[in-house]
């Protein structure tokens, strides 16, 4: 017999309370029924989990019981195809089993050049400015930063085309249950954006290898499985490039500039980590080398990741009958993790709706601080993120100092990201005058 976790008695108003508000309502079901809790979303039996013995559960020790969302697959499907972000089982491991040595932290260390580049050439314009819309500047350079690393166009974000298209892509596979507040899209829209990022990937493809190495798409054309000694076919190289144009850029954008915003509302937490990274750095700009000797800004990042995940909501679905922690689950229902909330809770984070990033001078638990996720879909871009958080926020310290303009308090809206609703203006000052910077590369 069907059996269920605590949760609210079955309502029309359940979902549209969820639409409105996610956070809080998600928030508010962890207050009221406890860290595994059960409501019918529309028609939709969901499970919301916030307990870290059972995520441990579903995303680890039963991870193969599980699958993306039927949504999240359907609707990613014509851009992402069966790439890892909705791949499972036998396919995902395969995939990954290829790609994992091509991001790990020593395989990406070459390519903190192309991240410090892509860091000056915005910065720029800024010489000129006393305000910036953080959230524009940091989605530009989070695209050109993955499109020199992946496909060796450096200024991806100013190409009309590859923008459009890759904002098409973004909006085409976000999360159906938001989609709504998306703006509705043509057929041709769709057909042009997958035309265009078909071309461009098919153009390094079809271009010779006089620099092994120039580009990630080049190096997963060759990359062999470790266990069969195959490799992915052309289709599948397409398939994971868009995955990684798709997975690696909003997020990291999303987390700087919530970490930008975070250091402009607490100047003294600024001014300890600019005086850091004055100290390891001085003028000279940042190597992958630097990276472990700033501990200061890495916890401003991982505390800035804890209050504002990006990705604030992960979703499964059973592919088969399953019991979670004691509790029946059918195939056709949607378990909610929500990092965001995970991340509120008081006993495992004192205060937690304050900015404590010295709290990470202690390591959090394994499953308690999860904004990567954890398991066999781990965020494998990992340490590709966090060398190009800790290169661009050291590189903005060295030069600049940030703060809020009058009046401003962000909120974060809950999409497919979580961003700031409504952009992000900031105050910026250049400091210091001895330091070269700004020469544009392109
Ligand atoms: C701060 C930045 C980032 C955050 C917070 C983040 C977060 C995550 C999370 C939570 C997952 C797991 C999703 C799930 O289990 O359902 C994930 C998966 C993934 N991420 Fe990231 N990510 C970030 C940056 C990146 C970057 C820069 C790349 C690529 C260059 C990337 C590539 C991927 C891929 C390919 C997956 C799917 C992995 C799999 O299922 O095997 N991510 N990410």
């Excluded at 085409?172 to 709504?180: E, H, I, K, W």
């Excluded at 001085?282 to 800004?297: E, F, H």
């Excluded at 804890?306 to 679905?317: D, I, K, N, S």
Aim: charged fraction near 20%.
């Amino acid at each position: 017999m069907m059996h269920y976790p605590p949760g609210p008695t079955p309502s029309r108003q359940e979902l549209l309370k969820f639409a409105q508000n996610p956070l809080t309502y998600l928030t508010t079901l962890a207050h009221q029924y406890g860290e595994f809790s059960y409501v019918k979303l529309g028609n939709r039996d969901t499970y919301v989990v916030t307990a870290p013995d059972i995520l441990r559960e579903i995303l680890v020790e039963k991870a193969d019981k599980f699958q993306k969302p039927g949504h999240t697959r359907d609707s990613a499907s014509r851009f992402l195809g069966e790439g890892l972000l909705v791949s499972s089982g036998a396919v995902h491991q395969r995939h990954r089993r290829i790609m994992q040595p091509l991001f790990t932290r020593s395989a990406l260390e070459p390519h903190a050049g192309s991240m410090l580049q892509a860091v000056q050439a915005m910065t720029v314009h800024w010489e000129r400015c006393t305000e910036i819309d953080a959230a524009g500047e940091m989605m530009n350079l989070a695209l050109n930063i993955v499109g020199s690393i992946m496909f060796g166009v450096s200024t991806l974000a100013h190409d009309q085309s590859l923008r459009t298209a890759t904002s098409v892509m973004q909006q085409y596979s976000g999360n159906t249950l938001v989609r709504s507040k998306l703006t509705a899209l043509t057929e041709a829209d769709i057909q042009s954006a997958v035309d265009t990022l078909d071309g461009l990937v098919r153009g390094i493809l079809e271009r010779p290898h006089d620099t092994p190495g120039l580009n990630l798409v080049t190096l997963l054309q060759t990359a062999v499985d470790p266990v069969t000694g195959d490799r992915l076919s052309v289709g599948e190289v397409r398939d994971e490039a868009l995955n990684i144009l798709m997975a690696g850029h909003e997020t990291t954008a999303i987390a700087l500039t919530w970490a930008l915003y975070l250091l402009a509302k607490h100047p003294d937490v600024q001014e300890q980590v600019t005086a850091e990274v004055g100290q390891v750095l001085g003028n000279r700009p940042i190597t992958s080398a630097d990276v472990p000797t700033l501990t200061g800004l890495g916890q401003v990042i991982q505390e800035t990741l804890r209050l504002y995940p990006p990705a604030w909501l992960l979703g499964r679905t059973p592919v088969e009958p399953v019991t979670i922690a004691g509790y029946p689950i059918l195939p056709e229902a949607n378990l909610v993790i929500s990092p965001y909330v995970i991340h509120r809770n008081a006993e495992r984070f004192p205060d937690p709706e304050q900015f404590l990033p010295a709290r990470f001078a202690q390591e959090p638990g394994r499953f308690a601080y999860v904004p990567f996720g954890v398991g066999p879909h781990v965020c494998l871009g990992q340490p590709f993120a966090q060398l190009e958080m800790v290169i661009t926020l050291a590189t903005l310290l060295q030069h600049f100092r940030f703060s809020l303009p009058e009046g401003v308090e962000a909120v974060p809206e809950a999409l497919m990201t979580l961003r700031p609703q409504g952009g992000m203006r900031l105050h910026v000052e250049r400091i210091g005058t001895s330091v070269e910077l700004g020469r544009s590369h392109e």
